[in-house]
C-alpha cells in the first residue's frame, strides 16, 4: 500500500482518476471480443452489436449470448414462482431474518421521502407526482451474489408505488439464479424474475422481447458492459445512473483506530480488483499502523488476491496537514462513500459537498450501509457526486406539471405571452394567446378544477 504525502502528492498521485469511459480495457477483453465476434471489436462496439441482435432476435439472441459469453445454456428466461418459493429451503433462517430486517430499515428510511403534489388554485399551477408503471431492476452477478441490491433497488419501487417490477440476473452454472438473490426479491416484492445477465439484459429491459417486459427505467449497477450498455440506450428508456468501481474515501485523525481503519478500506477492496479503498489523514504514524494492518488482516481473507489487487492498483494513503486540507481533498475526489473517523465527525458534516454518502464515527462503518443502514447502497462513482446521489425514492417517480388559469390571472399573462411569442418572431403562438383577450368575459371562463386524484390512496402523493 503506497503511502504519499502532502495535499499535491495526493492530488495527483493517489486522487486522480480517468473517466469512466476513458479507462483503458485489458487486452484479456479485447481479444475474448475477437474470439466472440470474429474481428477486432471494442466494448462500445460490442455492446451496440449486442444490443441490435436483442432488438431484431428477442429470446433467441438472449439465450445466444449467454450461451457465447457465460457458456450456459438457457431455457425458460423467466424464473417460475416455484423455483423462488423453493429458494427459502436452501437459505439459512438467520440470513432470511436479516434480510428482512434490512427491508424494513430501507422502507422505512424512503418512506420519510416521498414526494407530494401540490395545487395552487389561484394561481392556476401545480404538479402531479406519480409512480413509474414498470422499472427494471438489474442484479449483477458473476463472483458473488447480491442479494443486498435486491433490497436496495425494490424496496424503495414499491415503496413509491411502482405496480410491477420486473428483475434481470446472471444465471450460474446449470441456469441457476442463486437462491439467496431469489429470496431478497420476494422479500422485496419483486412482481418477474428473469435468467439475464450483461448488455443482453439491459437490451431487452429497454426494448422487450417474447419473454421480458419493457421497462420505463432501468435501475442497478454492473459491469464495463453493463455500464456502456446503460448508457447506449438511454433515451429509449430512463437509467438511475452509470455506476463504475466502488470507493471508499476515510478522513482520519490521530484519534482512529488503526485497525477500523484497515477493515474498512479492506472491505471495500475485496468487491472488485479495480475498487478504490483510500485513507487521508493528518497523522502519519496512523497511516503506517494503517499499512501494517491492511497486511496482517489481508491475509485471513477469502478473497485475498482481489484484495491484494485493488490496494495495489487504486488504493492508497496521504497525509497531510490539516483535517480541512482533508476534507477538501475530499470534496475535490467526491467519492461514492466518504467515512469520517476523526475526533469531533459532526463538527466537518456540513462541510462536505461532494459524497454518495457519508459516514459519521466508528460507529457508523460504509458496510452498514451497503446492507442494513437504509440508504440505497447503489451511489454515484467515478466522482459523479459532484452533481448526482445515490438511488432514492425521488428516483421511481414522475412529475406532471398543471396549468388550469382563469379570470385575472389568465388575462395578464395572455397578454404577456403574446409580447414575448411576437419577439421571438412565432405569430401562430400570439394569435392563440391573443384570442384568450378576445372574447367576451364570459367565454373566457373555464370549469372548476376537478381535484387531482391521489394514487393508491396515498396522502403523500398529490
Known amino acids: 500500500m503506497r503511502i504519499v504525502r502532502g495535499a499535491a502528492a495526493a492530488r495527483t498521485d493517489l486522487l486522480r482518476r480517468p473517466p469512466p469511459d476513458a479507462a483503458e480495457v485489458p487486452q484479456s477483453v479485447l481479444d475474448r471480443l475477437r474470439a466472440l465476434f470474429g474481428e477486432p471489436m471494442t466494448p462500445e462496439q460490442a455492446v451496440a452489436r449486442i444490443i441490435r441482435d436483442v432488438r431484431e432476435r428477442g429470446d433467441v439472441a438472449i439465450r445466444d449470448y449467454t450461451q457465447r459469453i457465460d457458456g450456459i445454456a438457457l431455457d425458460a428466461l423467466e424464473v417460475p414462482r416455484r423455483e423462488i418459493e423453493a429458494a427459502y429451503k436452501r437459505v439459512e433462517l438467520p440470513v432470511v431474518k436479516a434480510m428482512h430486517l434490512a427491508a424494513e430499515r430501507v422502507r422505512a428510511f424512503h418512506q420519510r421521502g416521498l414526494p407530494k403534489g401540490w395545487m395552487d388554485m389561484d394561481a392556476g399551477l401545480g404538479e402531479m407526482v406519480r409512480p413509474l408503471e414498470r422499472i427494471g431492476a438489474y442484479i449483477p452477478g458473476g463472483t458473488a451474489a447480491y442479494p443486498s441490491t435486491v433490497l436496495m433497488t425494490v424496496v424503495p419501487a414499491k415503496v413509491a408505488g411502482v405496480p410491477d417490477v420486473v428483475l434481470t440476473t446472471p444465471a450460474r452454472k446449470g441456469g441457476e439464479v442463486p437462491p439467496v438473490v431469489l429470496v431478497a426479491a420476494d422479500i422485496a416484492g419483486v412482481d418477474r424474475v428473469y435468467r439475464a445477465g450483461g448488455a443482453q439484459a439491459i437490451a431487452a429491459l429497454a426494448y422487450g422481447t417474447e419473454s421480458v417486459p419493457r421497462v420505463d427505467k432501468i435501475f442497478g449497477p454492473g459491469n464495463l458492459f453493463v455500464m456502456l450498455a446503460k448508457r447506449q440506450v438511454f433515451g429509449a428508456v430512463g437509467i438511475d445512473a452509470l455506476q463504475g468501481p466502488t470507493e471508499t474515501l476515510i478522513v482520519a485523525d490521530d484519534t482512529a483506530d488503526p485497525a477500523i481503519c484497515a477493515a474498512d478500506m479492506l472491505a471495500q477492496a475485496e468487491h472488485d480488483v479495480l475498487a478504490a479503498p483510500l485513507l487521508i489523514t493528518t497523522s502519519a504514524s496512523l497511516a503506517e499502523q494503517v499499512r501494517r494492518e491492511l497486511d496482517r488482516q489481508m491475509e485471513t481473507l477469502e478473497r485475498k488476491e482481489i484484495v491484494a489487487g485493488a490496494l495495489s492498483n487504486r488504493g492508497g ?132 378544477p376537478m381535484p387531482i386524484r391521489k394514487r393508491n390512496s396515498r396522502p403523500e402523493q398529490g
Open 317 to 448: 494513503i496521504a497525509v497531510v496537514d490539516t483535517l480541512a486540507e482533508a476534507v477538501e481533498l475530499a470534496n475535490e475526489y467526491g467519492p461514492e462513500h466518504l467515512c469520517l473517523l476523526v475526533r469531533d465527525p459532526w463538527a466537518w458534516v456540513d462541510r462536505i459537498r461532494n459524497a454518495g454518502g457519508v459516514f459519521v464515527g466508528e460507529g457508523s462503518p460504509e458496510v452498514f450501509g451497503d446492507y442494513v443502514a437504509g440508504p440505497s447502497h447503489v451511489m454515484p462513482t467515478s466522482g459523479t457526486a459532484r452533481f448526482s446521489g445515490p438511488v432514492n425514492i425521488r428516483d421511481f417517480f414522475k412529475v406532471t406539471s398543471v396549468v388550469a388559469l382563469r379570470g385575472d390571472v389568465l388575462t395578464d399573462l395572455a397578454e404577456a405571452a403574446s409580447v414575448i411569442a411576437r419577439a421571438e418572431g412565432l405569430t401562430a403562438h400570439a394569435r392563440a394567446a391573443e384570442l384568450r383577450l378576445g372574447r367576451p368575459p364570459a367565454a373566457r371562463k373555464v370549469p372548476a
